[in-house]
């Protein structure tokens, strides 16, 4: 006998079935840490040579987010010394909430290691750093019954510390060091009913990255491995989403578990080129047996019950505010002759501090790219200044649009090799510059990144040289405004993305 159909009572109506897409926050995302406060939650990712460091994000459902700030704002936080380089810096944060304050432990990896700030409220300010003297990146933070707070690091090591003032008082002791695939790493202690679990990445976080987990009576061990592990890898698939690992784990209000972890979307032919970093992806949990269990990570997945859109940023920038937007990062340092939103009012003017991209020090204000297709477009006046728009991963790979002297030219730098793709002269005063990047029509490169000026072409890279396999290291593109020559005077930059995202229903 056929079953009816399930009717939504017309009076009291289920809460619709939504879907979202992943990632939730595309780009240069990586290593999410995410707490809940009530009905609201906090993730925060790593940053690297970027400052200011660490973004924090804000959402009510897990699926939305929106930066609310950074926590590592001021110098003083953020010490990087003059040989600091791209991808060093500040690695894996972890995020707590803890005794009415918001606890952030992290590694800045080129100055002084491990280190936590607090802050009453997740915008900040936030505290100056409290040093640990523990060894190690990815560090976690807990607290026990009694009042303990452990510190587990990569390896996995845990040791007590004293979160006032660094000291380590028991420890580190050896934990569990996963299945034996290389890097243990990003480790993250939780407290469910009569045992602690221990959530570790393994494997290294390209293509055989995996998420496993153990779990003791106690932080001190003995750490018991689950039956299964990994419970989560994408490794050795053909799916579109790759290097699923370094989790952590968040429940809802209504006791659901979600994971928020990293992940990569190459494109192209093989091996694949991933230009966006390490993205910031959501998937739900579930229990078996007393031990967690994640299936693959999808494109589009049911969303956890509840549904807070936040309005979404705006996507052009104006430089009529007071200070810059969150989501404006520079290389390294941004000190305050290199910028001013006052010396033209409704302008972002940018000193020059550095002849070239080519080496740290020069100013540049940007954004990540954080959709596979999308346009960049921004008004310049260059006035007797260079300046204009650049694409980058790091000072040897790079590509810029920029204008000097009455003309504009596309440069390409690519590992050692420098060229001068594109030239053409444009009229003096205000010129409008545009980037873009796109789908290629056969495969083989993962994009196409074009320039263009006034409206009209100039010039399209294949992307691939942008792309984390050709670079290396740990960040992703970031677009955005430059002067290495006198001052360049940015009126408005937007950013759109220009693909087609699943409609939500
Ligand atoms: C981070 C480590 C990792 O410290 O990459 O993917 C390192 N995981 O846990 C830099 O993000």
Redesign the pocket.
């Known amino acids: 006998m056929a079953t009816n159909p399930t009717v939504l009572d017309p009076i009291e109506p289920r809460t619709a079935v939504r879907f979202y897409d992943n990632p939730v926050i595309g780009g240069f995302h ?2 999410p840490s995410v707490c809940r406060v009530g009905e609201d939650y906090y993730l925060v990712c ?1 940053s690297f040579e970027y400052f200011p460091g660490v973004p924090i994000f804000h959402s009510r459902d897990l699926v939305h987010w929106r930066q609310i700030g950074n926590v590592l704002d001021r110098p003083s936080q953020l010490p990087l010394p003059a040989d600091a380089s791209a991808s060093r810096g500040i ?2 944060p972890t995020l707590r909430h803890h005794d009415g304050r918001f606890w952030l432990i992290t590694t800045n990896v080129s100055a002084g290691g491990n280190f936590l700030v607090t802050a009453e409220r997740p915008e900040g300010p936030w505290s100056d750093p409290v040093w640990i003297d523990l060894p190690g ?2 560090p976690d933070l807990a607290w026990d019954d009694d009042g303990n707070c452990w510190c587990a690091v990569s390896g996995v090591r845990v040791a007590r510390i004293d979160p006032g003032t660094g000291r380590v008082l028991e420890g580190p002791l050896p934990a569990w060091s996963g299945t034996g695939l290389q890097h243990p ?2 480790p993250h202690l939780y407290r469910v009913g009569d045992w602690w679990y221990l959530l570790i ?1 393994e494997g290294g ?1 390209e293509r055989g ?1 995996t998420v496993s987990v153990a779990r003791a009576g106690t932080p001190r061990g003995p750490w018991e491995s689950a039956p299964v592990n990994p419970i989560l890898t994408h490794r050795g698939t053909d799916h579109p989403i790759q290097s699923t ?2 989790a952590d784990l968040v429940t809802t209000p209504d006791g659901d578990w979600w994971m928020v972890l ?1 992940a990569t979307r190459p494109r192209g032919f093989t091996p694949g080129f991933h230009v966006l970093g390490r993205e910031t992806f959501l998937t739900p949990v579930g229990w078996v047996d007393g031990w967690p269990r994640v299936g693959p990570v999808k494109l589009t997945e049911r969303a956890p019950g509840a549904w807070h859109p936040v309005e979404p940023e705006p996507s052009r920038d104006d430089f009529d505010t007071a200070d810059l937007a969150p989501r404006w990062i520079s290389p390294y340092t941004r000190p305050p002759e290199s910028w001013s939103l006052t010396h033209r009012p409704g302008w972002l003017t940018l000193h020059a501090t550095g002849p070239t991209l080519d080496a740290p020090g020069a100013t540049f204000v940007g954004r990540r790219q954080q959709h596979p297709d999308c346009r960049a477009t921004a008004r310049l006046d260059p006035g007797a200044g260079r300046g204009g728009l650049s694409v980058r991963l790091d000072e040897a790979h790079h590509y810029d649009l920029e204008v000097v002297d009455g003309h504009a030219a596309v440069i390409a730098r690519i590992g050692p090799v420098r060229q001068r793709v594109a030239e053409r002269p444009v009229p003096p005063g205000q010129v409008v510059l545009m980037i873009t990047t796109r789908s290629p029509d056969a495969p083989g490169a993962p994009d196409l990144v074009g320039f263009h000026v006034n409206g009209e072409s100039l010039a399209e890279l294949d992307g691939r040289y942008l792309s984390t396999e050709v670079a290396t290291g ?1 960040t992703g593109r970031v677009i955005g405004m430059y002067a290495t020559e006198g001052t360049a005077c940015f009126d408005w930059f937007d950013y759109e993305p220009t693909e087609r995202r699943s409609p939500q229903i």
Request: net charge negative; glycine share 6%; charged share 20%.
């Open positions: 990586p290593d790593s690695y894996a990146i990815d790493e990003a990445a976080t990255h690992g370094h990293l740990f």
